[in-house]
């Protein structure tokens, strides 16, 4: 290593001094021109043409000196630079395309493996599933609690463990300032099904979670070290949680990546601050009552399809004995956590592979031109005597120089595509996990750079093996056609291929575009959303609850005026809260029975979103507690329950939270109480002064930013409770994005890919089209000579462009309906042929395409016919 | 005035210790001697004579120094070491054998 690190130094003063000595030769020719009477300027040019070329020089001289490897790997690599410096659009179209094609593929690969491939951090997670609710009508619901206890008791044969699991918020308060917590209620055995050991005290007992056992709860260690100081005499202690006591068990290691089910939708990448067990019995949680996510695993050497077929018995037995038609569905929990992105998954990992070997092409097709150009001036020099090691070494040098520098484009790029996903992409479930895949990186790396050396390695052995005298004579046309028409194969394979990518990118782009844009059935503009948390304790009936949200709602009208502010218990466009219910004096069959969002609101709800009224009218002051009990419909609702007759006056009953049937005094146009991929729901609106809620969003219009709100909002909540927490607050179209954040990854992973590959193809069909008209100089200074005018030529040149393009797009046009079948599940709004997807990708690609090919058709059109012939 | 000849391959080493033999030089004005003794018939450019003069630096036949010029500028002056004149005399030797037998062959013709 010394040695090493010797002969370079030694070499950097011999090649010091060597420089001195030409510069002061070069000068002093100068001086002698100047002294002939020629500018300093003139007598330097002339002097440095007298001289030659330096570095050539510097390089023979040092092979004369019989210089020491490590100083020739120096020189060879500063002149295999000074080659790259030479062709400045090799070197970056190179260059970006390894960047791309190794930073893409690998950040994307990241990602896709990050959050949907690893597996999740639960013992033994692939035999994990999560259990739904399903009627004919509505699909995927949470359970309620007697549907769990049904089902657990019945499926001992399928499942050797079925827990139940609530998202739940709690506010822990006593010392220092009051905190909003969020953590999940679970039966007993949940914590031991998904691998959960306390690393401090102990797991629930299998009778914690009755409704009769002591209230307790075990902590996580991030939560124990922030607030209680890692105090080990916790395990035993009584805490205040929402103003109960609660013994504190057990404390356990918050895994970073542990990611719960929750309800409808799940949790960042944030594990729960605590558990608690669910205390829950039928009679405070009725069947019509559907909130619970249900977990099981599955008994060893049970099949998912062995289970469903047992499921399906199960669910006829429970048909009949409950008189119900609600069946269970199952899923993996992996699928559950994040989608069912099997297909677009397999347009992913199928659109990584892709767009690797689209890169590889183009540096094997660039390498490949640049050498075969070069054979005649490799052949001069191994004519000159340079050795064949020698020129081989120069060109594989020149190759590794150029490798090296792009990998090293790619890595950056791709850090940087990872950092930025992970800030940008937030809402996106286990993102918080994605690290680059080291391996990706290094197989992606490898190949390129493989592929990079063996294309330039090869014709450089060729001509080094000395096949000189056909190659003198043939110069740079010395190209077999068989090598040409692999090179313009590869090309129309990569436009294929960026043609599907464009597709699929724009057909989940256009769905995504159409969705954000799709009917609410309200204005999402300056709107902002903020909400609390009532403990049942402080606020045990309706009165106090009722009054607090009436409190509330006017306080914070004072600020933005009565007609910006209003409450709902569920904000529009997410999962809410669904039930039966029961319309006075109809009589419905088996599956049949009406099912609904359930909303409680203010009476400025509608009017606050600018929601328009049917028929009927809104809810006004008088909708108050002791007052005629009333309710407002959508007119989803109304289609389907209504569809001859108006509801007007009549009667509904829910059956959880009211007493008594309420008079439908209203009908409103839908607005999007469901996720926004959906139709909108039937829904059923009660007025927030008669019906109580301990958990209602304030929605506010404003065109102030969500701190501005956030700030009143605050003061208003000291001014009533100062106990009580501020959450999520957050404008409407941030609500509105998370519900669609997995779309938004799909279609930007896709857009992503489609762009790396119409980058990676324009950039193949320039270095073709370049290298052709290179060779075809000659011709066409010929057909110049022989009167083509310019627009001759460059038809000649975008006839072959236009044809590859076209037979690239029909390639790509079929892959794209096949890719678009994988994807149908993904697309809202427009089918899988969607003529403007297939029409817009395919005339962005011509563009692009013609925009490669510009450079070398200028080039073509303004041959020389004088130049062309004496060109060899 | 004719063209500037071409350099016999292996002459360019000969002459450049001859030219060394009488008097140490630098680079620059050892190619303005070449072409100023052969009477502007030969010329060397630089990128011959740097190599060459590396050539006979690496095999000892000659030395290099660096000195200050007239003009002020480091130059790096080469002159001829004993192992060089030894080469000197054989070359020269046999260059002469060389020169004889072809003229010998050319005037006959």
């Not at chain 1, 805490?239 to 939708?265: E, K, R």
């Not at chain 1, 049970?302 to 048909?319: H, I, K, M, P």
């Not at chain 1, 740079?476 to 436009?495: E, K, M």
């Amino acid at each position: 290593m010394l040695l090493r690190l010797r002969a370079v130094f030694l070499f950097g003063r011999m090649q010091r001094e060597m420089d001195e000595e030409m510069r002061a030769h070069v000068e002093r020719a100068a001086d002698r021109y100047m002294a002939r009477g020629m500018s300093r300027a003139e007598a330097t040019v002339a002097a440095r043409r007298e001289f030659g070329n330096a570095t050539v020089i510097a390089s023979d001289a040092r092979d004369a000196r019989g210089a020491r490897w490590a100083e020739a790997l120096v020189t060879d690599i500063r002149v295999a630079l000074r080659a790259m410096r030479a062709t400045p659009a090799l070197t970056l179209v190179i260059t970006l395309t390894l960047a791309l094609g190794i930073g893409a593929t690998t950040a994307i690969y990241s990602i896709v493996d990050g959050v949907l491939l690893r597996p999740l951090p639960y013992r033994a997670p692939e035999s994990l599933v999560v259990l739904h609710d399903v009627q004919r009508t509505d699909r995927d619901l949470p359970a309620s609690f007697p549907e769990y206890v049904d089902w657990r008791q019945r499926t001992t044969s399928i499942f050797s463990d079925v827990g139940a699991l609530i998202w739940h918020g709690e506010v822990l308060s006593g010392s220092g300032d009051a905190e909003q917590l969020q953590g999940a209620e679970t039966s007993a055995n949940v914590l031991s099904m998904l691998g959960v050991t306390p690393t401090l005290g102990r797991a629930f007992r299998a009778d914690e979670d009755l409704p009769s056992a002591p209230r307790v709860v075990m902590l996580s260690d991030d939560l124990w070290k922030r607030r209680f100081n890692a105090d080990s005499t916790i395990i035993g202690r009584s805490i205040t949680l929402t103003g109960q006591p609660f013994v504190v068990i057990g404390v356990y290691h918050a895994s970073p990546t542990a990611v719960l089910p929750q309800g409808n939708t799940f949790a960042h990448g944030k594990a729960p601050d605590f558990w608690e067990p669910l205390r829950l019995s039928e009679r405070n949680s009725p069947r019509g009552v559907h909130y619970i996510s249900v977990i099981a695993r599955l008994r060893p050497g049970v099949t998912a399809a062995a289970a469903s077929v047992r499921l399906a018995a199960v669910e006829g037995q429970l048909e009949k004995d409950r008189a119900t038609t609600h069946g269970i569905a199952m899923l993996p929990l992996a699928t559950e956590l994040v989608g069912n992105l099997r297909a677009p998954l397999a347009l992913l990992l199928g659109s990584v592979v892709l767009v690797l070997i689209v890169a590889c092409a183009n540096i094997a097709n660039l390498l490949l031109a640049r050498t075969t150009a070069r054979r005649r001036e490799l052949a001069v020099r191994a004519a000159l005597g340079a050795g064949r090691l020698r020129v081989t070494w120069h060109v594989l040098l020149e190759g590794i120089v150029r490798a090296t520098i792009g990998g090293v484009c790619g890595i950056l790029l791709a850090l940087g595509t990872v950092s930025a996903a992970r800030h940008f992409l937030r809402e996106i479930p286990r993102i918080s996990e994605v690290t680059l895949d080291v391996r990706a990186l290094l197989i992606a790396a490898a190949l390129s750079i493989a592929t990079g050396m063996l294309a330039s390695l090869v014709p450089a052995l060729r001509a080094s093996r000395g096949d000189l005298v056909s190659d003198l004579r043939e110069g740079a046309r010395g190209v077999s056609g068989g090598r040409d028409r692999v090179r313009h194969a590869l090309v129309i394979a990569q436009i294929a291929v960026s043609f599907t990518l464009l597709v699929t990118g724009a057909l989940l782009g256009r769905s995504f575009e159409r969705l954000t844009h799709a009917p609410n059935g309200f204005d999402p503009r300056d709107l902002v959303t903020a909400s609390t948390w009532l403990p049942d304790s402080r606020y045990p009936d309706s009165v106090s609850q009722i009054a607090f949200n009436t409190r509330l709602g006017d306080a914070v009208a004072r600020r933005f005026g009565a007609t910006n502010v209003a409450l709902t218990s569920d904000l529009p466009v997410g999962g809410g809260t669904s039930g039966d219910i029961t319309i006075v004096g109809r009589v419905f069959a088996a599956g049949q029975a009406p099912m609904v969002q359930k909303r409680v609101v203010s009476h400025g709800y509608f009017s606050v979103l600018h929601a328009r009224l049917v028929s009927g009218r809104l809810f006004a002051a008088g909708d108050v507690l002791g007052a005629p009990h009333v309710a407002i419909v959508n007119e989803a609702f109304v289609k389907r329950w209504f569809p001859t007759e108006s509801p007007l006056g009549h009667q509904i009953t829910f059956d959880w939270n009211t007493s008594g049937p309420q008079t439908i005094v209203g009908v409103v146009a839908d607005v999007r109480e469901g996720p926004l991929d959906q139709a909108a729901p039937p829904a059923v609106y009660a007025p927030s002064e008669q019906v109580p809620n301990t958990f209602m969003n304030m929605i506010v219009r404003t065109d102030r930013d969500p701190s501005g709100v956030e700030a009143v909002y605050r003061d208003a909540l000291r001014e009533i409770d100062p106990a009580l927490p501020v959450l999520q607050v957050r404008t409407m179209s941030d609500w509105i994005a998370s519900g669609i954040a997995r779309r938004r990854l799909t279609a930007s992973i896709l857009g992503a890919f489609a762009v790396a590959a119409l980058l990676l193809a324009a950039v193949g069909l320039y270095g073709v089209i370049s290298y052709s008209v290179t060779q075809r100089m000659r011709e066409f200074g010929v057909r110049a000579a022989l009167g083509a005018v310019t627009g001759d030529l460059v038809r000649l040149v975008f006839t072959q462009v236009a044809g590859w393009i076209v037979i690239g797009v029909a390639a790509g046009a079929v892959a794209g309906l096949a890719a678009g079948k994988l994807v149908s599940a993904q697309l809202y709004g427009i089918t899988q042929t969607d003529p403007w997807a297939f029409g817009a990708s395919a005339v962005l690609l011509a563009i692009v395409g013609g925009m490669a090919a510009f450079a070398p058709t200028w080039r073509a059109a303004r041959a020389d016919p004088l130049e062309a012939l004496h060109a060899d | 005035m004719a063209k500037p000849a071409p350099l016999l391959q292996g002459t360019l080493d000969l002459i450049v210790l001859e030219l060394l033999r009488s008097e140490p030089t630098n680079g620059y004005d050892l190619a303005q001697r070449i072409q100023a003794v052969s009477r502007d018939v030969l010329q060397v450019n630089a990128g011959s004579l740097y190599p060459a003069l590396y050539r006979l630096e690496e095999r000892g036949l000659v030395k290099a120094a660096w000195k200050e010029t007239d003009t002020g500028r480091r130059a790096k002056v080469y002159s001829l070491t004993a192992a060089g004149r030894k080469a000197l005399e054989s070359q020269r030797a046999e260059w002469a054998r060389f020169a004889g037998a072809l003229s010998h062959i050319l005037k006959r013709a």
